[in-house]
């Protein structure tokens, strides 16, 4: 990625031309539907990138000191306080490991430092306001990297499981699977295409909608979350898709038009509820697996968003893990982040 300039929207969207870039050539039939996937081109979750040549270590971080009491010491004065480092922050361009328990041991560590930074995220900073933390965001970078890689060699990636805590394996099982089931769907080709890109809105304002939508359609937020997040990586992607759908949840306009209650396809609120309200339509919370196959016609994409959302269900700090997962291209010369470190 460093040969391609810097392309992390600031104040406005950025646009960038990404060589031999995959463009959705998706598998869907019937009526229109509400996503067209610009999401699954660009923003999928499971695009997998070619890991880079290993580079120098990332700052570390350390925990807060602790003083010990000046009175357990004989002398006046008290000793310097002492910390213990944490592990080094993950460099983005490192190669990931082939040993399948090199692989276990890295996403372990991995795993806990982003759980524990995320806790430190929610408690002392505010996840509703301003950008992600420099740990939070290479952690979730790191475990994303791990988990495509584990996409691409199912037989890697078994061998990795049987070496992973039982509960760590069934979240990378759901993961991988997720991944490899949207990589079904993007096909790699040759030629130049045109994304433009913008940072997400902050987490917190994101749930604060996805909730929103969920009391009033009955819709379950963590359904919603995962729809948006397969789609446009939490509206990380702005352009239209080559079919025409728009907006962070990728409507047709004739599906807008039905279903978009008069609000503006392009912003966050009225997407969200737009969507609730075709998912709802089409079964939803009756039946999620209806509903999202009214959404996309791709029974793999169905199973995918499934997954994602069992995960934030099952832990919230996934959906602020998932939240700093970046966006990828997938070409014929290999995979290309456009955001993120």
């Known amino acids: 990625m ?3 300039r810097a392309v992390v929207a ?11 870039t995959s463009l959705w050539t998706g598998r869907w039939r019937g009526r229109p539907v509400a996503a067209a996937l610009v999401g699954l081109a660009v923003a999928l979750s499971g695009c997998a990138g070619s890991s880079g ?3 120098s270590a990332a700052p570390r971080r350390t925990a807060p000191s602790e003083t010990v009491p000046s009175e357990t010491v004989p002398s006046e004065a008290a000793p310097e306080p002492s910390a213990t480092p944490r592990p080094a922050l993950p460099d983005p361009k490192a190669a990931i490991p082939k040993d399948p328990a090199k692989l276990a041991r890295s996403l372990t560590g991995t795993v806990a430092e982003l ?7 929610i408690r002392d900073g505010d996840p509703g306001k301003g950008r992600p933390p420099e740990p939070v965001v290479l952690l979730a970078l790191q475990q994303q990297r791990v988990y ?8 890697v990636a078994s061998r990795t499981y049987a070496k992973l805590s039982k509960s760590l394996a069934a979240q990378a099982k759901d993961n991988v699977t ?5 990589l079904s769907l993007v096909h790699p080709i040759s030629g130049s295409a045109k994304f433009r890109v913008q940072p997400a809105k902050p987490a917190d304002v994101l749930l604060g909608h996805f909730k929103h939508a969920e009391r009033r359609f009955g819709v379950d937020w963590e359904i919603l979350a995962a729809v948006m997040f397969v789609e446009t990586k939490f509206g990380r992607v702005r352009s239209p898709s080559h079919t025409g759908a728009k907006g962070p949840m990728q409507f047709m306009p004739g599906t807008w038009a039905a279903y978009g209650m008069g609000g503006d396809i392009q912003d966050t609120r009225d997407a969200l509820l737009a969507a609730a309200n075709y998912l709802h339509a089409s079964g939803a919370p009756r039946d999620y697996r209806r509903a999202l196959y009214a959404y996309n016609h791709s029974w793999a994409y169905v199973d995918a968003v499934q997954l994602h959302a069992r995960q934030i269900k099952r832990d919230i700090r996934n959906y602020y893990a998932y939240y700093n997962w970046q966006v990828y291209v997938v070409t014929t010369n290999g995979d290309r982040r456009l955001t993120g470190p």
């Open 178 to 182: 997720a991944i490899r089931n949207l």
């Open 2 to 4: 460093r040969d391609q």
């Open 10 to 20: 600031r104040s406005r969207p950025n646009e960038e031309t990404v060589p031999a």
């Open 148 to 155: 495509r890689h584990l996409a691409r060699n199912p037989e």
């Open 53 to 55: 040549a290993a580079s």
């Open 115 to 121: 759980r524990r930074a995320t806790d430190d995220w």
